[in-house]
């Protein structure tokens, strides 16, 4: 059977929760009792109306190996008018449609020439055998792990390429949970940033030693033969922030870009989990990189040059698959 979800607006002013009184006597008997505890315990998510399957598996290893509970999750009203977000995860999801026809003009009106290395892809996957799966999309308000989570639908407050929250949604972290997991909303920054004890954890798919912004794709044209990915602790800086957990895969074996993709998601599916296990730890404290790698604006992507490069070096991987 499918559970109802809860939706509020958190633009209003929160609910007040109601709660089961507690004999006072009882509850300093349990703190004795109890070790303190360390570290977070309560998540909230800030996501998109859909989740990519990689991002589902995180936050199942991480309820699984830390026993994390999610009690709040914040889902961005879609931000551009021109992007159906069901349409979108149709489109990704399933084969070739007029959901797909859709997304190709928004992409080519908004990404320009990158959108060819994104329509060569698809191609592979409808007349190839190609498949990511990791990336399927699937709607936050079906997912398995979510199903006791109070779901609020939030419009955030846009401030050119930055997104900050109404105070409501802040509070209602606040109250709440003690870590943000960031699985959507963009670059965000304000005051959910300090609004937990834990901050905000949210992953960039390189090392920010080495990449920041446009991680696996400028790696892919450099040639690397590795890559890392990053759980950071969030900062007023674009991945600039402080290092939880990371780690590193070989991709000198990878064919398209897309492939690298996998790879770090398959990173990023345990390190969640591995996050949060360390920020557990008494004597833990995150990293604070010594330096920081060059900025590449995802918007670079978008070059002629650029996206080129790319759909050659995937056309040229795939023929030598053959």
Known sequence: MTATRERLDVDRAPETD???????????????????????????LLADPYLERWQIRALERAVERTDIEIPLVLVAAPADPGVDPDAAASAINGGFGVDTIRLGASL???ERAWS??????????????????????QRVGTIDCLESSTIRRVRPIEDGDWNELPESAVEAATQQCD??????????RGDILTATEHGVLSFHPADIRRYRGLGPPKAFVDDRSSIGATLQRLTDEIDGGEIVAEDWIDIDDCATLWEVYDRVHELEIELLATGIESLREPAFEPTVPDSLGPYYSTKSRRE???AVRTLAKNVRGRWGRR
């Open 116 to 137: 060819l290395v994104v329509a060569e892809r698809k191609l592979a996957e409808l007349f190839g055998a190609e498949s990511h799966p990791l990336e399927h999309r």
């Open 18 to 44: 109601s709660a089961t009184e507690t004999d006072p006597a009882m509850a300093i008997d349990s703190l004795t009792e109890s070790e303190p505890e360390t570290g977070p315990r309560r998540v909230c």
């Open 108 to 110: 080519l009106a908004r």
């Open 304 to 306: 002629a040059g650029f």
């Open 179 to 188: 870590v943000v997991v960031r699985f959507g909303f963009g670059l965000v």
